[in-house]
């Protein structure tokens, strides 16, 4: 069973910055994705991209504050956040497939097969 393992994660004040990782392993995964759940809520989408090529998606909530990112070299997914508000409170998932979505499809869970287990971001002072 492949295993995707977050890390990163941690207590930041608001304003304040964080980094989430997510090695792809030398998987061959096509497309990688950040989704996040708060408590009390349902798994939404944070943000994509394909392996290869140049494509990007992020959620609205998110656009201009998050960036998502890959290194080719250390075989890494990444999620840079900024700016970060209480609402940014959640556990946060890496998630991906094996298949190159296209931008439309970025935001559906469904169309991921690997999950990981999760890393907590609590935003507060």
């Known amino acids: 069973q492949v295993q995707l393992v977050e890390s990163g994660g941690g207590l930041v004040q608001p304003g304040g910055s964080l980094r989430l990782s997510c090695p792809r392993s030398g998987r061959t995964f096509g497309t990688m994705a950040w989704f996040r759940q708060a408590p009390g809520k349902q798994r939404e989408y944070v943000a994509a991209l394909r392996w290869s090529g140049t494509t990007t998606g992020h959620a609205d909530s998110v656009r201009g504050r998050f960036t998502i990112s890959r290194d080719r070299a250390k075989d890494t997914l990444y999620l840079d956040m900024n700016r970060m508000t209480h609402e940014d409170t959640a556990t946060y998932y890496c998630?991906?497939?094996?298949?190159?979505?296209?931008?439309?499809?970025?935001?559906?869970?469904?169309?991921?097969?690997?999950w990981g287990q999760g890393t907590q971001v609590t935003v507060s002072s």
């Open positions: 998630a991906a497939t094996l298949r190159n979505l296209i931008l439309s499809s970025f935001a559906t869970s469904t169309n991921y097969d690997y």
